[in-house]
């Protein structure tokens, strides 16, 4: 969630004028002849993404995705301003120093300069987009006074009368204190985790004060609760704590503005009635803030469903808040990728019997498992906290009432995820973690089959399963609702993953796709995906955190039975599940405890299973596990760049067609990115 959507493009009688990012390709080509890398700095790699039979669309969906694309780069200011207050400040200084600086571009420091400089534009911010740490430069202080005083002084981000100097000594410490705002979201146990926390969702208020303000206004025996806090910042004014709404003609309101402006286009080209009724609620909560118009806004796109064209648009997402409230901006633009669709269709047929029989305690069962709409699609925008690291799977809306009432879409991103699997074939990750050949042989013949599954059952049904006590508070689990939840999505995929119901409607044609996603997610969990946290830090991000107190407990309650096996064989650690059937039981036992902690709004237990088993990384194995994979040469991480759409349009500037160029400048794309997509002012 990457380049180029060219705004205000001018065509005459079918001929595009318009800027390219750099080296790029017209034409649709092969997959062994398709670049999909196009830059690899520090632990990223950034991919190129494809979108298959684009030219098959019709002009009508053509038109509607262009300018759905646009909206959903318009917001890539509020994303850098939300996930800490002083980014645009800094990404307009770096923006200048690239565009002017005079100096010597081939020393070693500029080199670095460099690549700090795309490790902030990858992470939206100057902490990590994972790990939420705060990059140390590999230039010093003194070298960057030097970019700042010999780059054009009428590019730099100055406020009134500051002079460079004085830019400089004020971003100096931000940039170089490693103490000074060191975490993004920080919720390590007994720390106020908003004081903490360098996000700017807060100002000035405590976790005290920011629980009892919003424990004053919510009502918990609200059946239908708007989502508090969703879309503004709390701060206090003249001591009383206040929210500032994020809206037109209010905080973030330029930009906005932009993301209105392109919505109403798109509504005028809008493929139903439905769907420009939709349209024009989302437009109306952008002016207004109006949860309860949001809230009405997610029904009706809930029950939009069939689209060839799609779209996701909005503050959805609370994982950049410690308190599991505030949403950072996020972007998606979509088109159908029908016949991968037709296996979410049976899945999505077959949610009421998955969850029928899921083992949950009953009263915690859905009765009903209403309007659960999946489909797998294809990219063709990403924008906000979708870019540029993209999801594989998106399940929205987000509200739990909804959810029960209305239903909810389920998306598998299946150009997002070709592009990752083609770049990771032949890495020798593999060799190197699987525990014998006859494990990788099974990753091999079923992997994509079952990264595929698990993906579409975790969006699919995991997320739209169970439901909560009446009268439990939905924001009762805090700091940990965001793992658990994704802990109650992954264990009920894992679980009906080798149910003999997925062979028998046609998912799978043996148990040996579920065989090789338990390996990977054990694997995964206990072994490999540490590989993204720096040494002698703790596991932080929800997703991570999920994986890790899953396989830690799975393998803890088996140990006596030997469930999970940890080998060590010539100096290196390696896991093996020994009895496939018996770790389905303890998925199953571990997805009914997790579903009554979130019904129950248990906040204690909550917190014990994931404080005991998905923060804590043993050291020793931590610094095997990192030299073994820095031998392999890899990125951790991967991200995108966009696609280019390039409109042709007619005598009355009506677009006509669009075409596709894959951007192969990753940097170049950032910067034009830069000059086109940014309405919020620095100070």
């Given at each position: 969630?990457?380049?180029?959507?060219?705004?205000?493009?001018?065509?005459?009688?079918?001929?595009?004028?318009?800027?390219?990012?750099?080296?790029?390709?017209?034409?649709?080509?092969?997959?062994?002849?398709?670049?999909?890398?196009?830059?690899?700095?520090?632990?990223?790699?950034?991919?190129?993404?494809?979108?298959?039979?684009?030219?098959?669309?019709?002009?009508?969906?053509?038109?509607?995705?262009?300018?759905?694309?646009?909206?959903?780069?318009?917001?890539?200011?509020?994303?850098?301003?939300?996930?800490?207050?002083?980014?645009?400040?800094?990404?307009?200084?770096?923006?200048?120093?690239?565009?002017?600086?005079?100096?010597?571009?081939?020393?070693?420091?500029?080199?670095?300069?460099?690549?700090?400089?795309?490790?902030?534009?990858?992470?939206?911010?100057?902490?990590?987009?994972?790990?939420?740490?705060?990059?140390?430069?590999?230039?010093?202080?003194?070298?960057?006074?030097?970019?700042?005083?010999?780059?054009?002084?009428?590019?730099?981000?100055?406020?009134?009368?500051?002079?460079?100097?004085?830019?400089?000594?004020?971003?100096?410490?931000?940039?170089?204190?490693?103490?000074?705002?060191?975490?993004?979201?920080?919720?390590?146990?007994?720390?106020?985790?908003?004081?903490?926390?360098?996000?700017?969702?807060?100002?000035?208020?405590?976790?005290?004060?920011?629980?009892?303000?919003?424990?004053?206004?919510?009502?918990?025996?609200?059946?239908?609760?708007?989502?508090?806090?969703?879309?503004?910042?709390?701060?206090?004014?003249?001591?009383?704590?206040?929210?500032?709404?994020?809206?037109?003609?209010?905080?973030?309101g330029p930009a906005i503005e932009r993301i209105v402006l392109w919505l109403e286009k798109a509504r005028d080209a809008a493929l139903s009635e439905t769907q420009k009724e939709e349209l024009g609620l989302l437009i109306d909560y952008y002016r207004t803030a109006d949860l309860g118009t949001w809230d009405d806004y997610n029904v009706m796109w809930a029950g939009n469903t069939g689209l060839s064209v799609d779209y996701i648009n909005g503050f959805i997402e609370t994982y950049g808040d410690p308190m599991g409230m505030k949403a950072t901006w996020e972007a998606v633009v979509q088109y159908k990728d029908t016949e991968a669709s037709k296996r979410t269709a049976l899945i999505t047929e077959n949610a009421q019997w998955f969850e029928d029989h899921s083992p949950v305690d009953p009263q915690y069962r859905k009765e009903k498992v209403t309007g659960v709409a999946a489909s797998v699609i294809n990219v063709a925008m990403l924008g906000g906290d979708c870019y540029p690291a993209s999801p594989l799977?998106?399940?929205?809306?987000?509200?739990?009432?909804?959810?029960?009432?209305?239903?909810?879409?389920?998306?598998?991103?299946?150009?997002?995820?070709?592009?990752?699997?083609?770049?990771?074939?032949?890495?020798?990750?593999?060799?190197?973690?699987?525990?014998?050949?006859?494990?990788?042989?099974?990753?091999?013949?079923?992997?994509?089959?079952?990264?595929?599954?698990?993906?579409?059952?975790?969006?699919?049904?995991?997320?739209?399963?169970?439901?909560?006590?009446?009268?439990?508070?939905?924001?009762?689990?805090?700091?940990?609702?965001?793992?658990?939840?994704?802990?109650?999505?992954?264990?009920?995929?894992?679980?009906?993953?080798?149910?003999?119901?997925?062979?028998?409607?046609?998912?799978?044609?043996?148990?040996?796709?579920?065989?090789?996603?338990?390996?990977?997610?054990?694997?995964?969990?206990?072994?490999?995906?540490?590989?993204?946290?720096?040494?002698?830090?703790?596991?932080?991000?929800?997703?991570?955190?999920?994986?890790?107190?899953?396989?830690?407990?799975?393998?803890?309650?088996?140990?006596?039975?030997?469930?999970?096996?940890?080998?060590?064989?010539?100096?290196?650690?390696?896991?093996?599940?020994?009895?496939?059937?018996?770790?389905?039981?303890?998925?199953?036992?571990?997805?009914?405890?997790?579903?009554?902690?979130?019904?129950?709004?248990?906040?204690?237990?909550?917190?014990?299973?994931?404080?005991?088993?998905?923060?804590?990384?043993?050291?020793?194995?931590?610094?095997?596990?990192?030299?073994?994979?820095?031998?392999?040469?890899?990125?951790?991480?991967?991200?995108?760049?966009?696609?280019?759409?390039?409109?042709?349009?007619?005598?009355?500037?009506?677009?006509?067609?669009?075409?596709?160029?894959?951007?192969?400048?990753?940097?170049?794309?950032?910067?034009?990115?830069?000059?086109?997509?940014?309405?919020?002012?620095?100070?």
């Open positions: 969630m990457k380049k180029y959507i060219l705004t205000g493009m001018i065509a005459l009688m079918g001929t595009a004028l318009f800027t390219s990012c750099g080296p790029s390709e017209r034409k649709e080509t092969a997959d062994d002849e398709f670049t999909y890398e196009v830059d690899r700095f520090e632990d990223i790699s950034v991919l190129k993404y494809r979108l298959p039979a684009f030219d098959q669309l019709t002009a009508g969906e053509k038109e509607f995705i262009y300018y759905l694309s646009e909206a959903a780069l318009c917001g890539r200011d509020i994303l850098w301003d939300q996930n800490f207050k002083y980014n645009l400040l800094i990404r307009k200084t770096i923006e200048a120093i690239i565009d002017t600086y005079g100096g010597d571009r081939e020393s070693d420091e500029y080199r670095a300069f460099i690549t700090y400089a795309k490790r902030v534009f990858f992470a939206n911010g100057i902490h990590h987009h994972y790990s939420n740490d705060k990059f140390v430069p590999g230039f010093s202080e003194d070298y960057f006074a030097q970019l700042v005083s010999g780059s054009d002084v009428a590019r730099l981000p100055l406020a009134g009368d500051q002079t460079v100097d004085e830019l400089t000594s004020f971003l100096t410490p931000i940039l170089f204190d490693p103490v000074l705002y060191a975490k993004k979201v920080d919720q390590t146990e007994g720390t106020d985790m908003i004081t903490s926390s360098a996000n700017n969702f807060y100002e000035g208020v405590t976790q005290a004060e920011v629980e009892e303000y919003y424990a004053s206004i919510a009502d918990p025996s609200d059946p239908r609760p708007v989502s508090w806090g969703l879309n503004s910042k709390v701060t206090k004014i003249d001591g009383k704590v206040t929210e500032i709404p994020w809206k037109s003609g209010g905080m973030y799977g998106i399940n929205l809306p987000n509200s739990n009432w909804i959810r029960a009432e209305a239903g909810s879409k389920s998306v598998t991103l299946a150009n997002i995820t070709d592009a990752k699997d083609i770049v990771a074939r032949g890495s020798g990750f593999m060799e190197e973690f699987a525990f014998d050949r006859a494990e990788i042989d099974r990753a091999v013949t079923y992997g994509s089959l079952s990264d595929a599954l698990h993906t579409d059952m975790h969006e699919c049904i995991g997320h739209a399963s169970g439901k909560l006590a009446p009268g439990t508070d939905p924001n009762a689990l805090k700091n940990y609702a965001s793992p658990l939840e994704e802990m109650r999505a992954d264990l009920f995929a894992l679980y009906f993953m080798m149910d003999p119901k997925m062979a028998e409607i046609g998912l799978v044609p043996s148990d040996e796709p579920a065989k090789a996603q338990y390996d990977n997610y054990i694997r995964n969990g206990f072994l490999t995906q540490i590989v993204r946290i720096q040494p002698g830090k703790d596991i932080e991000q929800a997703h991570m955190r999920c994986r890790s107190a899953i396989a830690h407990w799975v393998y803890e309650k088996g140990k006596a039975e030997n469930v999970i096996e940890v080998v060590k064989r010539d100096g290196k650690t390696f896991v093996r599940v020994n009895d496939y059937e018996k770790l389905r039981g303890l998925f199953g036992e571990m997805l009914k405890e997790v579903q009554r902690i979130k019904s129950e709004g248990d906040f204690a237990a909550g917190k014990e299973m994931i404080e005991n088993y998905g923060v804590k990384i043993d050291q020793e194995l931590h610094a095997e596990i990192l030299a073994r994979y820095a031998k392999l040469n890899l990125a951790p991480y991967s991200g995108f760049v966009n696609p280019m759409m390039i409109t042709i349009t007619d005598r009355n500037g009506r677009v006509k067609d669009v075409q596709i160029e894959y951007c192969s400048d990753y940097l170049g794309q950032m910067m034009e990115y830069g000059k086109k997509y940014s309405f919020l002012q620095a100070w």
